[in-house]
Nanobody, 125 residues
Framework: QVQLVESGGGLVQAGGSLRPSCAAA????????MGWFRQAPGKEREFEATINRSGDNTYYADSVKGRFTISRDNAKNTVYLQMNNLKPEDTAVYSC??????????????????WGQGTQVTVSS
């Protein structure tokens, strides 16, 4: 079992930045890829970014490419999502996730079996 706890959300004006983080416990963090997803009210969960186990490969949704950066610190068992140039349409609950297996590096929510509780990000216009 793995436990994931997000922090660092908040309220920011359009054009601003936030850097949510996700602390992991309960498994060997460094052997797993990690992902960030978001869910806005009335919408389905969307993939935002993923990073491989070593941190040298990343993949982003088109909607956030160039604005968001995912990174990880395996010594601290933590993954981050640097969000710049935020837009009102980025408003959502942001959740980090770990896949079911160390062999998975994917962008589909169905490949992820462990989820944090989420952190609210609100961008005002």
């Amino acid at each position: 079992q793995v436990q994931l706890v997000e922090s660092g959300g908040g309220l920011v004006q359009a054009g601003g930045s936030l850097r949510p983080s996700c602390a992991a416990a309960g498994r060997t963090f460094s052997i797993y890829a990690m992902g960030w997803f978001r869910q806005a009210p009335g919408k389905e969960r969307e993939f935002e970014a993923t990073i491989n186990r070593s941190g040298d490969n990343t993949y982003y949704a088109d909607s956030v490419k160039g604005r968001f950066t995912i990174s990880r610190d395996n010594a601290k068992n933590t993954v981050y999502l640097q969000m710049n140039n935020l837009k009102p349409e980025d408003t959502a609950v942001y959740s980090c996730a770990a896949p079911y297996s160390a062999y998975i590096w994917a962008a589909k929510a169905s490949d992820y079996g462990y989820w944090g509780q989420g952190t609210q990000v609100t961008v005002s216009s």
